[in-house]
């Protein structure tokens, strides 16, 4: 159901947008507005865009009427329960517009454009104000749907300025149009000839035929204003057979035991009790942070809905004793502990981001390891050692940052770079290439500087692969790094170990040689067995790393 929601919502959403463009289009003239509407009716007004809009639009008023009588603990963040206040009142502030322009069309052909429009909310009466607050609490309502509906993809960090920016200045844009128009009409509707243009009984109706409309609005507005009554009373009627049904133990594992109606969701329960528990996505079923695990018999439990089961299974979990907090609606005494502890996130569900707790994405790992060190090591003392190591390790990072990647592991004298944080895959290939050229330049900058010092320069081996991983924080306590999970870093890693063996500074995959877009005959091909795969992988060898970054401004051009 919140998939069906959240489509008819972007639908509506869609119309909304619509709408408000065609407003801002007052800002230029009246007669731009009707032009704007022109358009703007022809496709919403086209039979299966009709359909699909207002099959939409009921769907989602009676979603949200079954939300209001579904959600049963209202302690969550003070936005979402603002969206469900803010979603449920606008059928009965948008009743008046609707009836009295489509239905007014349907019934007795009324043509109500935006002249008729705006002469009936600035002239007739003061209803303009109560548009305001409709058009501000439609927007206000979208958006918050769309943030829920986005914060939690891979690109929005990267989108949310924009999205914000549009947000704002869309609103802005519209209210200032009407207010415009507005006053264009004002002006004009001492004209006769306008007056006689705009204002015909075929554009506005007859007296009778605005009462009808009236009587119209009056009965659907009770109806719907029952109907959320009806939602409320089943709320009491529910919470009184759940208390004659009575009340069930849950035990959280350490100590704590909390006592609630049968048919909250465990997660429900937490919350009504102010227990901290883990819930990135607020009790969605989008994310499985708030999971648990049963302590003894499970067999009783209620079976995983359809949407709890495909989030255990995309994160891999197969263990029956395994389950999401917020879907789980036990109808007996539980004991469980949760597999997400609260210190990083509260229990509202907050956090600093939802990378730092566990995200999926595309990522380009660069794996860069120091040639020779057990050698160095012998002939030096241990602090010259660490200096030189230190250094080493300060070139690589240097190259990494100036081409836009993240240094994120040091293992003794190795690192891993993450590249596509903040960059689209292809981007993100280039970027770690021109890495590996810059690293190049940087040792042998190193070795010149240490040429007094050194027997044998430095050399290295670098290992790059990109594909999707886990990111998150790992650890302990105060021991806790942000680092990249998958197997497309622990394929970096044995790329970059296989250049002892092919002797060469590098091995990228060809994987990341596509992605960047290089010419395919730029770099030579080999194909190697990689430990744990069955299949042998296709690489490109780079005997010479500083020719990388040639090859991808050469790409470059020719993409442009």
């Not at 939409?56 to 969550?76: P, S």
């Not at 007739?124 to 607050?133: A, F, K």
Request: proline share 4%; hydrophobic share 45%.
């Amino acid at each position: 159901m919140r998939q069906v929601r959240l489509v008819c919502g972007v639908i509506l959403f869609s119309y909304v947008v619509s709408h408000f463009l065609n407003h801002a289009l007052g800002n230029i003239s009246v007669d731009a507005m009707e032009i704007g509407v022109y358009y703007h009716t022809a496709f919403w007004r086209f039979l299966p865009i009709a359909i699909v809009f207002y099959t939409a639009a009921l769907t989602h008023m009676g979603l949200g009427i079954y939300a209001l009588y579904q959600r049963r603990q209202f302690r969550w963040r003070t936005i979402e329960p603002l969206q469900l206040v803010l979603g449920l009142s606008i059928p009965a502030l948008v009743m008046a517009h609707v009836i009295g322009v489509r239905l007014g069309y349907t019934l007795y052909g009324h043509q109500k454009l935006y002249p008729q429009e705006l002469y009936l909310f600035f002239v007739t009466s003061n209803r303009i104000w109560t548009m305001t607050i409709l058009l501000i609490i439609a927007w206000v309502h979208g958006c918050i749907g769309i943030y829920f509906w986005l914060r939690l993809k891979p690109f929005f960090a990267r989108a949310a300025p924009y999205l914000l920016a549009a947000a704002v200045l869309i609103p802005t844009l519209s209210l200032l149009g009407v207010y415009q128009g507005g006053r264009s009409v004002q002006i004009e509707v001492d004209d006769g000839e306008w007056r006689a243009h705009n204002l015909t009984r075929r554009q506005l109706g007859s007296t009778a035929e605005a009462a009808t409309l009236d009587r119209v609005t009056g009965g659907l507005t009770i109806g719907y204003v029952g109907l959320l009554g009806l939602a409320l009373a089943a709320r009491g009627v529910r919470a009184l057979r759940e208390r004659r049904r009575g009340m069930i133990a849950l035990s959280y594992g350490n100590g704590k035991t909390v006592r609630v109606p049968k048919g909250l969701s465990v997660l429900e329960a937490s919350l009504r009790h102010n227990v901290p528990h883990a819930s990135v996505c607020g009790g969605r079923a989008r994310c499985s942070t708030c999971r648990i695990r049963i302590i003894g018999d499970h067999a009783a439990l209620p079976e995983p809905s359809q949407r709890e089961a495909f989030v255990l299974a995309r994160v891999g979990t197969a263990d029956p004793s395994i389950r999401l907090a917020c879907q789980l609606r036990p109808d007996s005494d539980l004991s469980f502990f949760q597999l997400f502890t609260p210190h990083t996130h509260s229990a509202d569900g907050q956090a600093s981001t939802s990378a730092r707790i566990g995200q999926e994405r595309y990522l380009v790992s660069l794996f860069v390891d120091m040639r020779g060190s057990t050698q160095l090591a012998e002939k030096r003392l241990p602090f010259d050692t660490v200096f030189i190591v230190n250094r080493f390790l300060g070139a690589v990072s240097r190259a990494v940052i100036e081409n836009g990647g993240q240094p994120n592991q040091f293992v003794g004298d190795g690192m891993l770079a993450l590249f596509g944080l903040s960059a689209d895959p292809e981007t993100a290939c280039r970027q770690a290439l021109k890495a590996a050229a810059g690293i190049a330049t940087h040792i042998d900058e190193l070795n010149e500087l240490l040429s007094h010092d050194l027997r044998q320069p430095i050399r290295f081996g670098i290992g790059i692969h990109g594909g999707e991983v886990i990111i998150g924080d790992i650890g302990y306590r105060d021991h806790i790094v942000f680092t990249a999970l998958g197997d497309a870093v622990n394929v970096a890693a044995r790329l970059q170990d296989m250049t002892k063996t092919l002797a060469c500074e590098a091995i990228v995959s060809e994987e990341v040689r596509r992605t960047a877009g290089l010419a395919d005959d730029a770099l030579p091909q080999q194909e190697v067995a990689i430990r744990g795969r069955d299949e042998p992988m296709a690489v490109r060898v780079v005997a010479d790393t500083r020719q990388l970054s040639a090859l991808v401004d050469r790409s470059e051009r020719v993409a442009a």
